[in-house]
């Protein structure tokens, strides 16, 4: 998809980090934007500045991980906007923890917004997209985790990992079809947004006491937020992206190296390893 100016862009987790950065680089290339987020201030504050560059802009306090929610969003954008070009299933949140050691909640959380938030956006979204009739564009924000998996992330990387799964099944399923509408897996890694600080979003139901696997894996996020790429280069590589058509965006170039060195350690049966670059960032 070339043309982005006149066309309307989704982005679910605008409120900050990556969301925000896509809405803003995306109203620069003159898209109208609905933007989607659980925080209400951080929200309407990426709705005043996308406002700015002079699109129309529609915001919503969405919590992805609520199918009823996800579809008043998608009935509302329809009706405010009439149509959806760009969709971009971007909210996320991190939680770390061995397999053993972590509670259900911990694991229902992350996969209620990871996974179940690109599959509530695609049930409501997709259908309508494919309606129109005109070329489209799916961006899913899964993760360099979604690829290789490192100790001590489990709820996260367990959902991250599906949310890969899933966007790859609906690439293939909407290629079979001859839809006008290609799809990107984001596998971002080490990016300086606020995914460390997750649990500020995290709903009462679904609280946990913090273990110290957890609080360890949360300082490594940290430090590795701290040394990453700002998050507006990331917006950058989606556009790039979605002009190319390209399915898979990797956000750094060391991690193309590790998915061959993987896919040997599994052909002959081995354990894949921890890439040593993904502790870099």
């Known amino acids: 998809m070339h043309e982005l100016n006149g066309r309307v862009a989704v982005v679910t987790g605008a409120g900050s980090g990556i969301g925000r950065a896509l809405a803003l680089r995306l109203a620069d290339e003159g898209m109208d934007l609905a933007l989607g987020d659980v925080q209400r201030e951080a929200l309407a504050e990426t709705g ?24 008043a969003f998608a009935e509302q954008v329809y009706a405010d906007l009439g149509a959806v070009h760009l969709l971009c299933n971007n909210a996320g949140v991190f939680m770390g923890g061995r397999v053993w050691t972590r509670p259900a909640a911990d694991f229902e959380w992350a996969l209620r917004v990871n996974l179940w938030g690109l599959l509530h956006g695609a049930r409501a979204f997709v259908p309508r997209m494919l309606d129109q009739g005109h070329e489209g564009h799916i961006v899913n924000t899964c993760s360099v985790a979604g690829l290789f ?10 959902s991250k990992w599906a949310a890969f799964a899933a966007t790859l099944s609906l690439a293939q399923e909407l290629a079979m079809q001859n839809a ?22 995290r709903p009462a139901g679904l609280r946990s006491e913090p273990g110290d696997d957890s609080i360890f894996m949360n300082e490594m996020i ?9 998050p507006e280069e990331v917006a950058g590589q989606v556009v790039d992206a979605v002009r190319a058509g390209r399915f898979l ?7 193309a190296g590790g998915l061959p060195e993987q896919a040997e350690a599994l052909v002959a049966g081995r354990l894949p390893g921890m890439p040593d670059f993904e502790w870099r960032g």
Not at 53 to 63: H, N
């Open 48 to 71: 005043e500045l996308a406002g700015t560059r002079g699109v129309r802009v529609v915001s919503r306090v969405v919590d992805v991980g609520e199918e009823h929610e996800v579809e």
């Open 180 to 201: 006008k509408i290609r799809v990107s897996a984001l596998c971002p890694g080490g990016v300086t947004t606020r995914i460390h600080e997750s649990e500020r979003v």
């Open 222 to 230: 940290r430090a590795t937020v701290e040394n990453g790429i700002p």
């Open 249 to 255: 965006v990797l956000t750094h170039p060391a991690y």
């Open 149 to 158: 998996v490192g100790p001590g992330s489990a709820p996260y990387t367990v």
